[in-house]
């Protein structure tokens, strides 16, 4: 069992929260199995009831069809997010689940994180928080598909994504993988695929940022911050820092 396919989820509740270096630890070592998912491949976000699912590689979408066969893309997941933590506590409908690219994910069993919450309370305390994180970005991008303008929205998201990652240690604040398909972006930001490669040459243009060869590069984190009004205050990240060792 590799420990490292659980760093990244430690990493990302340790940037929400403060956890004890031997909280870190426990969590590390936590029995899981290993789950593929290859570009465009869906599965339920129920599929795995009794499982915790977390990224692990890669990226994965949420989205949602309508009766039309439309779809709506409502959470990218990165390394380190937790699929279906909410899930497990509002009996709603199944969502869907579909890689970005080929992605891999982490199944933890539910009764064994239980166990360590039971006796490490400032772990429930986190696995809460990136719960309500989950609703805060949701109501952001529900903000920026309804009201902010197409530039603004890629523009946003780009910021969003980079934070993020860096978060996790998969950036450097200025580059990032980026295994998305222009048909992700316009399912994500209400946008057709034409009209999201229009907007990515203006933000090219202007300086901002550059998406090719799959890399996106920021031009001007200042100005595209400004210019797409990303604040990351809702990433629930500003709050708490890593503080714990973490093993490699």
Not at 109 to 136: F, G, K, Q
Request: proline share 3%; charged share 25%; hydrophobic share 45%.
């Amino acid at each position: 069992m590799d420990i490292a396919h659980l760093d990244r989820f430690v990493r990302r509740l340790q940037s929400r929260a403060e956890l004890q270096e031997q909280t870190c630890h426990a969590l590390q070592r936590l029995k899981f199995s290993l789950l593929g998912l290859r570009r465009g491949v869906t599965i339920g976000s129920r599929l795995h009831p009794n499982h915790l699912m977390v990224v692990a590689d890669g990226v994965a979408a949420r989205f949602k069809t309508t009766g039309t066969g439309a779809r709506q893309i409502v959470s990218f997941y990165v390394p380190g997010d937790p699929l279906n933590l909410q899930d497990r506590f509002v009996d709603d409908a199944e969502d869907q689940i579909e890689g970005v690219g080929v992605a891999s994910l982490v199944l933890v069993p539910w009764p064994s994180i239980d166990r360590l919450c039971a006796t490490n309370p400032e772990l429930r305390a986190a696995l809460w928080r990136s719960a309500s994180t989950e609703m805060s970005i949701l109501r952001e991008w529900l903000t920026t598909v309804g009201r902010r303008e197409a530039e603004k929205r890629l523009g946003h998201l780009l910021c969003e994504l980079i934070v993020r990652l860096k978060a996790v240690g998969l950036s450097d604040g200025t580059r990032m993988a980026w295994p998305f398909r222009q048909e992700h972006l316009a399912d994500a930001a209400g946008m057709t695929a034409v009209h999201v490669n229009r907007m990515l040459r203006r933000l090219r243009e202007r300086g901002f940022a550059t998406v090719r060869s799959g890399i996106a590069e920021i031009g001007d984190w200042d100005r595209l911050r400004e210019f797409a009004e990303f604040d990351d205050v809702y990433l629930g990240l500003s709050t708490f820092r890593p503080t714990a060792t973490i093993a490699v």
